[in-house]
């Protein structure tokens, strides 16, 4: 319960918010602190406090924006989330001609747009080299790192390499975006909405181009494990068949017996479907 003494600065507090003098209303808040936990009648005077200050903090003094920070910062008294995001966006404002300053008041709210920008790490720009006319810049790894492979499974690359041997004058790509291997403006009203989009965010195991002609397309493979047996895996499977269908490519889906598969078994299979051109 509040003391004759506190109900009198909470009705001080009160007259400073309608006078909007801020610091005195502030420091009574500090001054009463410990009431901030339990008294509910200070509890309110600082809502109200807090409520006419929120929408003013672009026109606050620098000394009461500090005064706010320390007060939900010291666990005095918790501000609301919106408002202590804006009073930590009003102070990255207020000192965006002093970087290092601005970056600590932005470590409270690393997630607002205008914080993060601020938290990014630093990149010197790289310079222009001249190499023989031409501008050239070399942005170098910062650590050292295996990239990933292209292939998912050991399977996958025997394979892609036996494709290459079946066709040694042709240019043989793993992984190829169906997007790539039709025209997709051609086909799409032949297409209904699942498969138009599923043209455009699906790839293709092993894509045979014709150097000769333009780098077009001429065969396609999908190499299918256990798991296409799924009935999701199995209508995914269906689009992508009858996408290429109507864009006039042939699809040959090679399910193998078994992972231990080698090069030269998927050579021989190869050679045999394009031989009897089915």
């Given at each position: 319960m509040s003391t004759p003494f506190s109900q009198a600065d909470v009705e001080a507090l009160y007259r400073h918010v309608q006078d909007q003098a801020w610091t005195p209303a502030l420091d009574l808040l500090y001054r009463h602190r410990s009431a901030l936990k339990t008294d509910p009648l200070w509890r309110h005077a600082a809502a109200l406090l807090i409520q006419e200050l929120h929408p003013r903090l672009p026109e606050l003094s620098q000394a009461v924006l500090e005064q706010l920070l320390l007060l939900h910062t010291g666990r005095l008294y918790e501000l609301p989330e919106a408002v202590f995001t804006d009073l930590i966006v009003e102070l990255v404002r207020r000192h965006a001609d002093r970087p290092e300053i601005a970056r600590r008041?932005?470590?409270?709210?690393?997630?607002?747009?205008?914080?993060?920008?601020?938290?990014?790490?630093?990149?010197?720009?790289?310079?222009?080299?001249?190499?023989?006319?031409?501008?050239?810049?070399?942005?170098?790894p910062t650590q050292p790192a295996t990239p990933p492979s292209l292939f998912r499974s050991r399977q996958e690359f025997v394979f892609f390499q036996a494709v290459r041997e079946v066709f040694p004058t042709y240019l043989v790509y793993p992984n190829v975006a169906l997007s790539c291997l039709i025209e997709y403006e051609r086909v799409a009203?032949?297409?209904?909405?699942?498969?138009r989009r599923y043209a455009l965010q699906a790839l293709v195991d092993c894509a045979v181009f014709d150097p000769d002609d333009a780098y077009r397309p001429r065969y396609c493979f999908e190499l299918d494990s256990p798991l296409h047996a799924v009935a999701e895996r199995r209508m995914r499977d269906m689009l992508k068949t009858r996408i290429l269908q109507q864009a006039g490519l042939p699809l040959y889906r090679i399910r193998p017996p078994s992972s231990a598969v080698d090069r030269t078994a998927f050579v021989a299979l190869l050679r045999r479907l394009l031989q009897t051109g089915s």
């Open positions: 008041y932005a470590r409270w709210c690393p997630n607002h747009p205008e914080c993060a920008r601020l938290l990014e790490p630093s990149v010197a720009p790289i310079a222009w080299e001249n190499w023989d006319g031409f501008a050239v810049q070399r942005h170098l009203d032949r297409l209904n909405e699942e498969e």
